[in-house]
T-cell receptor
Framework: AQKITQTQPGMFVQEKEAVTLDCTYDTSDPSYGLFWYKQPSSGEMIFLIYQGSYDQQNATEGRYSLNFQKARKSANLVISASQLGDSAMYFCAMREGPGSARQLTFGSGTQLTVLP | GAVVSQHPSWVICKSGTSVKIECRSLDFQATTMFWYRQFPKQSLMLMAT?????????EQGVEKDKFLINHASLTLSTLTVTSAHPEDSSFYIC??????????????FGPGTRLTVL
């Protein structure tokens, strides 16, 4: 079974509008972390936002917010007020278990295109 | 913030040659480094986990004799693709873990190395 599922291979959004990128995950470990990364065409992985499994509130970082629904095992990324520079590939990732010594498992990604 | 560099950023080589890719943590000591491979339009797939001073742990299906990983110091890990073939052409990305990093950003990614094998 896929541990991280991103069902939207591509998304389009009009500049200045909000967009939601979907991510569902599968784990039996009670302790885990969820990440979103942005990968522009240059290839670098840019960290956007993190949500811990025990965090009570949804994470927010500027224009990025994470809609964490633990019972549904979903961790959707919401980008508000889209900008042309937001056009990139977006990956959802999970780290299972406590501690940072564990690797990240990535979803298949969503290619976001912001239209002027 | 923590910076991870990779060298070279891109490399073209002939089939059958070996290529070494370096991953360096510039301003912190990395006890654990991860090597990922990404084919075009695909996700990142973990190849191996390397811990300083010990042997790397390879993921299932990754040939350890083909992809040699050396993590000889707390700031440097190297990936050597031995006897490279065209199917090894890919984007290789490393990430490094700092024991003192903030909980949510404990892995810092390098900019990646694009390998093309002719």
């Amino acid at each position: 079974a896929q541990k991280i599922t991103q069902t939207q291979p591509g998304m389009f959004v009009q500049e200045k509008e909000a967009v939601t990128l979907d991510c569902t995950y599968d784990t039996s470990d009670p302790s885990y972390g969820l990440f979103w990364y942005k990968q522009p065409s240059s290839g670098e992985m840019i960290f956007l936002i993190y949500q811990g499994s025990y965090d009570q509130q949804n994470a927010t970082e500027g224009r990025y917010s994470l809609n964490f629904q633990k019972a549904r095992k979903s961790a959707n990324l919401v980008i508000s007020a889209s900008q042309l520079g937001d056009s990139a590939m977006y990956f959802c990732a999970m780290r299972e278990g406590p501690g940072s010594a564990r690797q990240l498992t990535f979803g298949s990604g969503t290619q976001l295109t912001v239209l002027p | 913030g923590a910076v991870v560099s990779q060298h070279p950023s891109w490399v073209i080589c002939k089939s059958g040659t070996s290529v070494k890719i370096e991953c360096r943590s510039l301003d912190f000591q990395a006890t654990t480094m991860f090597w990922y491979r990404q084919f075009p339009k695909q996700s990142l797939m973990l190849m191996a986990t390397s811990n300083e001073g010990s042997k790397a742990t390879y993921e299932q299906g990754v040939e350890k004799d083909k992809f040699l990983i050396n993590h000889a110091s707390l700031t440097l890990s190297t990936l050597t693709v031995t006897s490279a073939h065209p199917e090894d052409s890919s984007f290789y990305i490393c990430s490094a873990r700092s024991p003192g990093g903030e909980k949510y950003n404990e892995q810092f990614f390098g900019p990646g190395t694009r390998l093309t094998v002719l």
